[in-house]
T-cell receptor, first 114, second 110 residues
């Protein structure tokens, strides 16, 4: 069975450019999470969707970040405009149930903003 | 509030035991443990729920002291495959999202 799929795996862009990260959760899972991981701050939750509806977006850093989940099998995280401090590994995770359930993480997207 | 993990790093020889601690300043509903190998995604190890229920599927045990808001992960007879960074994630109440600690790096050498 395919796990959580993320694309691209690596992204290098210049400051000011728009970046779109994509995630396909495990089929049948109804919860989706976007995390950002850096050495300084560790693993931080950005946004949590349940049944395609954003439930908690308190971790989204600022208006430059936006996330959508148009259907149960696809989500995007967009950064516009990107800044060097956005450089990090972005993980998407999904679960069946809610925040209390085991989360399955995707391989991550390593973003570098020059 | 981010939970505090200790120690920050530990080096073991194969076959030795280790304990990783996770503590919170707030009351907790559950504690989740994940392991992340270098360059890979975090992988679920265990959930400990308020009331003592424990869900996991690895040969690793853990405890959850609700009164002290602390959890400990016990790695016995460590194997090379145990190397990685261990994260605890805490849930303040049912339905709240996880807040992860900064991790404990474990290195098991032959």
């Amino acid at each position: 069975d395919a796990g959580v799929i993320q694309s691209p795996r690596h992204e290098v862009t210049e400051m000011g450019q728009e970046v779109t990260l994509r995630c396909k959760p495990i089929s049948g899972h109804n919860s989706l999470f976007w995390y950002r991981q850096t050495m300084m701050r560790g693993l931080e939750l950005l946004i949590y969707f349940n049944n395609n509806v954003p439930i908690d977006d308190s971790g989204m850093p600022e208006d430059r970040f936006s996330a959508k989940m148009p259907n149960a099998s696809f989500s995007t995280l967009k950064i516009q405009p990107s800044e060097p401090r956005d450089s990090a590994v972005y993980f998407c995770a999904s679960s069946f149930g809610g925040t209390w359930a085991e989360q399955f993480f995707g391989p991550g997207t390593r973003l570098t903003v020059l | 509030q981010q939970p505090v993990q200790s120690p920050q790093a530990v080096i073991l020889r194969e076959g030795e035991d280790a304990v990783i601690n996770c503590s919170s300043s707030k009351a907790l509903y559950s504690v989740h443990w994940y392991r992340q190998k270098h360059g890979e995604a975090p992988v679920f190890l265990m959930i400990l729920l308020k009331g003592g229920e424990q869900k996991g599927h690895e040969k690793i045990s853990a405890s959850f002291n609700e009164k002290k808001q602390q959890s400990s992960l016990y790695l016995t007879a460590s194997q090379l495959s145990y190397s990685g960074t261990y994260f605890c994630g805490t849930e303040k109440s049912l339905g709240s999202t996880l807040t992860f600690g900064k991790g404990t790096m474990l290195l098991v050498s032959p």
